[in-house]
Structure formats: structure tokens, C-alpha cells
């Protein structure tokens, strides 16, 4: 499987400002993925990053807020813009690997972020 | 919403029982994956079955696929206090590697 690191694991933020999260993996892999777990729900995929081209965005998900980097094959970004406390989540990158049981998604740490 | 459910949303049980959690998905799928999350920090990739597969072991985890009925179980086997955790299971479509998860079962094992 990959290993996955996030940067930073956790930050609280004042309303209307922006965080850059960053993803790096230890191998390279063409898709990269973000999502975001509100407080006691489960993953919702924000994203997909593809190196060289404009990331995929899910339904409920645009762009001017979430802008995406993906400048290589080992690392992205992702960007909460003009926070505001709803913004309060735990975002999570993940890529997929080949695992034991098959390729999988794997995910790193998780990056927690508190909107005040 | 493409959301999966799962059952129970919480369950409780002591040191040796065996736990089972249950998912539920709507559309046809490659893959269904099942995923530990501590505290709220990143997932723990437990196990893959793939829709060709209907059941897989790893250590004391066995994972069963209905495809007919659209379900899968996860069983932890002689459960310990370390597995307290929530466990989410999550399915891959046909046409992407996009997944979809399910809305997670909180498992709290007391020694």
C-alpha cells in the first residue's frame, strides 16, 4: 500500500480566510482523491485530481471553493476558500494502491480542520 | 443520495465476543472496501472483495459479498478493547474508481 502523509493535521482558522492542505505519497499515482467528513458523518469524495489537468468536482462541490493543485504525481493540494464554520471538517486525501486482498484506496491521516 | 447504510450504527459488546456489522449499497459495483477510523483520523484500509468474490478472510476479519441482495458483512472475531473504532464500508461503480460510503458503525468493545 502507499503512504500517504497530510499537511497540516489539524489547524482553527477565523471565518473568511483560506487553508492550503497538502497530500504527498511515496509513490506515483495518476488519480488523486479528497473528501470530507463532517463531525460525526461519513466521507464525502469533494474531488478527484488528475496530474496535468483540471480536477473533477462532485456535485455540491466548485472549484472557487475548493481549488485543487496537482502539480505532480506524487503530490496535491487542496484549498478551502473564504472559510466559515459549516467549512469545519476533517479532509482527507487517498489514492489508489495495490493493498494485500487487491488495489484499494488508500488514505492518509486526515487534516482537521475548526472554523471558529 | 447514493449513500450505503449500514447496521447497527452503534454497537457494544465485551472483550472475546464477535462483532457484526452489516452494508447495504444501491448500485452495481466493482469492489466494496470496509475501512476503521479511530477518533476521528484517517482510515485504516481493513479489507477488499471484489463482486466476483462473495467471501474473504484476513487475520480475524471475514467479509461476506451478496450481490443479489446487494450487502456485505464484516465479522471481527474475538474482539479486543483496540478495536473500538467506527468502520465504514465503502463501494467502488463499474465505470470509476470514485467510492461511496457507507454511513459507518460505531463499535465500542469494554474489556
Known amino acids: ?116 | 443520495s447514493q449513500q450505503g447504510e449500514e447496521d447497527p450504527q452503534a454497537l457494544s459488546i465485551q472483550e472475546g465476543e464477535n462483532a457484526t456489522m452489516n452494508c447495504s449499497y444501491k448500485t452495481s459495483i466493482n469492489n466494496l472496501q470496509w475501512y476503521r477510523q479511530n477518533s476521528g483520523r484517517g482510515l485504516v484500509h481493513l479489507i477488499l472483495i471484489r463482486s466476483n468474490e462473495r467471501e474473504k478472510h484476513s487475520g480475524r476479519l471475514r467479509v461476506t459479498l451478496d450481490t443479489s441482495k446487494k450487502s456485505s458483512s464484516l465479522l471481527i472475531t474475538a474482539s479486543r478493547a483496540a478495536d473500538t473504532a467506527s468502520y465504514f464500508c465503502a463501494t467502488e461503480g463499474r465505470s470509476f474508481q470514485k467510492l461511496v460510503f457507507g454511513t459507518g458503525t460505531r463499535l465500542l468493545v469494554s474489556p
Open chain 1, 1 to 116: 500500500s502507499a503512504v500517504i502523509s497530510q499537511k497540516p493535521s489539524r489547524d482553527i482558522c477565523q471565518r473568511g480566510t483560506s487553508l492550503t492542505i497538502q497530500c504527498q505519497v511515496d509513490s506515483q499515482v495518476t488519480m488523486m482523491f479528497w473528501y470530507r467528513q463532517q463531525p460525526g458523518q461519513s466521507l464525502t469524495l469533494i474531488a478527484t485530481a488528475n496530474q496535468g489537468s483540471e480536477a473533477t468536482y462532485e456535485s455540491g462541490f466548485v472549484i472557487d471553493k475548493f481549488p485543487i493543485s496537482r502539480p505532480n504525481l506524487t503530490f496535491s493540494t487542496l484549498t478551502v476558500s473564504n472559510m466559515s464554520p459549516e467549512d469545519s471538517s476533517i479532509y482527507l486525501c487517498s489514492v489508489e494502491a495495490q493493498g494485500t486482498s487487491g488495489v484499494g484506496q488508500f488514505f492518509g491521516p486526515g487534516t482537521r480542520l475548526t472554523v471558529l
